[in-house]
């Protein structure tokens, strides 16, 4: 293992790595508005994050295959851990170690969709940046065919630890399934809390820990989360138990575990036999799509609209060009904001309405004894843009 600090990191970017970390242990509340060494920023803004619910988006239809609740408690369970490798590794992966995504602008937009193949349904995704400070992301999925659509949010409070960025991730989301008698079924879906190791050598990476649940159609599951030396003795390790809620009597399995790494795969420890989850294979990428503009073409504040010029910056390693957009940008926003106040306007979100306290959350949550007992929430307004209702 390298001994050197800031040894993954570029020669030239080394000093300004050394002085980053430096003001990381200097801060004692939120880091989310500190500024990182460019060579650290990724090309790709928050807003485009909620994509990853959904790059195996034959599993999120399989959901609504399920004959009895628990086979579709387990489809939802399977689901949501098959979403975690894009979402907390396929960065490191792809570009060596964790990147730092792009701030997203207050109205940022990001639409998206999956094809329909081998029956699966059309999977649309409609994301909007609904808050910037603090910054909060909305966002829903819908498969129309297979009567699936997750409506959720997130946001982050980031604290510094031992070496470590500590990510609180608050939001929730919630999934509904339309059943063939007309009727629906809803699953909450919490997150889990990210501790952000290998600072010190410039290589950063994200390990989950604490737990996450999901709970709906008369189960509760819990999902720990532990690193190495936990569980399998691997990185990235996870048991989840699924257990029915009360009421639903011998029709259900008494408790089913599954244990495994999220990254890789997992499979049934108790109340089942084989594997469970498998991640190893090739994932499916969104297809964005423009819904801004009068053709259906991306708008100035669609997100791959938006940050063009930043991304091309940072992809080619033209970090001068890069921090010069960046800059542009956010104090074009800053602007905007100014000229609002001094009309007397704030902004209004173009496809969410906010809810002091969701109604599902408060409770399902009660039956999972999740903390805290009441959570904001983002209703979609069901205004979809053209080029996703075709």
């Known amino acids: 293992m390298s001994e050197q600090a800031g040894e993954a990191v570029p020669v030239a970017q080394r000093s300004s790595w050394t002085s980053f970390i430096k003001s990381l242990a200097s801060v004692s509340g939120d880091l989310s ?10 090309p790709v803004s928050l807003t485009e994050f909620p994509a990853y619910w959904c ?17 579709r408690a387990l489809s939802v369970l ?19 170690s964790e990147k730092k995504p792009l701030n997203p602008a207050l109205g940022e937009l990001f639409y998206g969709t999956w094809p329909d193949k081998n029956g699966r349904g059309k999977t649309d995704l409609l994301v909007e940046q609904v808050s910037h400070h603090p910054p909060i ?5 819908k498969n129309e065919s297979k009567g699936l659509k997750l409506v959720g949010h997130n946001a982050q409070k980031t604290s510094f630890s031992a070496g470590s960025i ?6 929730h989301a919630v999934l509904t399934v339309k059943l063939p008698s007309g009727s629906e079924e809803q699953y909450l879906i919490t997150l889990p809390r990210l501790r952000i190791d290998g600072l010190w050598y410039g290589s950063p990476y994200i390990e989950l820990c604490d737990h996450s649940y999901v709970v709906g159609g008369g189960f509760v599951g819990v999902i720990e989360y532990k690193g190495k030396g936990y569980f399998s003795g691997k990185s990235h390790s996870f048991k989840a138990t699924l257990t029915p809620q009360p009421g639903m009597g011998g029709a259900a399995t008494k408790e089913i575990v599954v244990e495994g790494t999220w990254h890789t795969d997992s ?12 991640v190893t294979g090739p994932k499916e990428e969104v297809h964005a799509v423009g819904g801004e503009g009068p053709g259906s073409e991306m ?7 938006l940050w063009e010029l930043v991304s091309k910056g940072i992809r080619e390693g033209d970090f001068d060009t890069a921090s010069k957009e960046k800059s542009r940008i956010e ?15 704030t902004y209004t979100s173009k496809h969410f309405t906010q809810l002091a306290s969701d109604p599902v959350y408060e409770s399902m949550g009660k039956l999972a004894k999740i903390a805290p007992p009441t959570e904001d929430a983002y209703v979609f307004n069901e205004n979809w843009p053209a080029s996703l209702r075709a």
């Open 33 to 42: 508005s500190m500024t990182a060494p460019p060579f650290i920023l990724s």
């Open 55 to 71: 790059e195996r988006p034959e599993l999120f239809a399989a959901i609504a295959n399920g004959k009895t609740p628990e086979e």
């Open 78 to 96: 399977k689901w949501f851990i098959s979403t975690l490798k894009g979402q907390y590794t396929s960065r490191n992966e792809s570009m060596g």
């Open 137 to 141: 992301t909305a966002y829903v999925i």
């Open 166 to 171: 500590i990510v609180k991730q608050i939001g």
């Open 267 to 278: 499979k049934y420890v108790t109340g089942g036999h084989g594997p469970f989850h498998d």
């Open 299 to 305: 708008g100035e504040m669609e997100t791959r609209k």
């Open 331 to 345: 104090n074009e926003m800053r602007q905007r904001r100014k000229d609002e106040a001094t009309n007397g306007k």
